[in-house]
């Protein structure tokens, strides 16, 4: 097969037919490039599994226009997910909410991982809404990487992993957001957020009327639910959007350590996502300086994470960031995924 990369108006019909046909096809959002298929039809979402390596007991995205498409496909959509639609949809946010198991159109088995919820999105971008009006059905959509793999924000991303695998990748630029939607659980008795997100705990927050301590799952239960407990969102294990070389977090203030852990070895190359101008390492083979600004960090991470994935290097060392709060904890979710903590017993 070959696959063809394309823009422009007619894009959105030949989307659209090949999408209802049971084809995959990679698809541009604002957050990061989704790989998509029909959600209503198991073999097509056999496919996208298949595509990804991804493990089957890991649910999809289903992709629609709007809340009336969402209504169809929930079993129920209550008070709260209207109030969060409403003010933050078409854009980054995902609800789970109990799903609708019979009838016409709703999302297949095989889609949600056999559970009783479905996680439901109504993504920000143009070319996006109209191929999911165009096609009408709502459509299965994980993020266009293998399995474990950095997200995709560009159309030559998604080329680098899946050419030959889907018969077409719609352009549509690069992702203004640069990390995947926020996921929010509404579909217990206390809304959660299962990973952060652009749609931040504290806007959550305002729409809810809660603290946005009070969304945020602990690190403890993210990484291991309580004995019994299933794990909320297998998507939350912890080995997450890493790249192939080896990649070690440090805090600014390790760095006189690290330049002393890297002066004891000779013959190694790496590559640095810093922030502070001051963090200068030797052995370095490229050096990112990382924008301060958080929407600007979150929207080169993963094209940054890749070009220092190809430079040859022997390890990536990525300085943290200092914020906490707003979108720098959807940004900190990916880099504590993404790499291990360095420490000066670290290996290469
Ligand atoms: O921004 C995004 O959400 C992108 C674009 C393409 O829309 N999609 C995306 O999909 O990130 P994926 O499959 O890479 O991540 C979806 C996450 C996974 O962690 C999965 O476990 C979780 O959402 N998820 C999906 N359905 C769920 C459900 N019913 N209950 C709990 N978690 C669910
Ligand atoms: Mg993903």
């Known amino acids: 097969m070959r696959t063809v990369i394309q823009s422009g108006p007619e894009v959105v019909r030949r989307a659209a037919d090949l999408l209802a046909a049971g084809?995959?096809?990679?698809?541009?959002?604002?957050?990061?490039?989704?790989?998509?298929?029909?959600?209503?039809?198991p073999d097509a979402v056999a496919r996208i599994y298949a595509a990804k390596g991804r493990p089957g007991n890991n649910p999809l995205i289903a992709h629609i226009p709007d809340i009336s498409a969402a209504e169809r496909i929930c079993q129920s959509f209550p008070s709260k997910a209207y109030a969060l639609a409403e003010r933050f949809w078409p854009g980054p946010l995902t609800l789970v909410l109990p799903r609708r198991q019979h009838g016409d159109g709703v999302v297949?088995?095989?889609?949600?991982?056999?559970?009783?919820?479905?996680?439901?999105?109504?993504?920000?971008?143009?070319m996006a809404l109209d191929i999911l009006r165009a096609v009408g059905r709502p459509i299965a959509a994980p993020s266009a990487n293998r399995s474990g793999g950095t997200s995709p924000t560009s159309p030559a991303h998604v080329a680098a992993e899946f050419d030959g695998i889907v018969e077409l990748i719609v352009?549509?630029?690069?992702?203004?957001?640069?990390?995947?939607?926020?996921?929010?659980?509404?579909?217990?008795?206390?809304?959660?957020?299962?990973?952060?997100?652009?749609i931040t705990a504290e806007m959550l927050a305002t729409v809810?009327?809660?603290?946005p301590l009070d969304l945020s799952l602990t690190e403890m239960s993210r990484a291991s639910p309580a004995e019994g407990e299933a794990l909320k969102s297998p998507g939350l294990l912890w080995r997450h959007y890493a790249p192939k070389t080896k990649a070690f977090r440090y805090e600014v203030s390790q760095v006189p350590a690290i330049r002393r852990w890297l002066l004891e070895k000779t013959n190694v190359a790496i590559a640095q996502l810093a922030l502070s101008p001051s963090s200068v390492l030797p052995?370095?083979?490229?050096?990112?300086?990382m924008p301060a600004e958080p929407m600007l960090y979150?929207?080169?991470?993963?094209?940054?994470?890749?070009l220092a994935d190809a430079c040859g290097s022997d390890c990536i060392l990525i300085e943290m960031p200092m914020g906490q709060t707003g979108l720098w904890a959807a940004i900190l979710d990916r880099?504590?995924?993404?790499?291990?903590?360095?420490s000066p017993e670290a290996a290469l």
């Open 23 to 41: 084809e995959l096809v990679a698809l541009p959002t604002e957050t990061v490039y989704g790989v998509g298929a029909d959600a209503t039809n």
């Open 108 to 126: 297949c088995e095989r889609a949600v991982a056999g559970g009783k919820t479905v996680a439901v999105r109504c993504p920000g971008h143009p």
């Open 171 to 198: 352009d549509g630029g690069e992702c203004l957001v640069g990390l995947e939607s926020t996921v929010l659980d509404l579909s217990c008795s206390t809304p959660t957020i299962l990973r952060p997100g652009a």
């Open 208 to 211: 809810l009327e809660l603290n």
């Open 283 to 289: 052995h370095a083979r490229e050096r990112f300086n």
């Open 298 to 306: 979150a929207r080169e991470f993963y094209r940054t994470l890749r």
């Open 335 to 342: 880099l504590r995924r993404a790499t291990e903590p360095w």
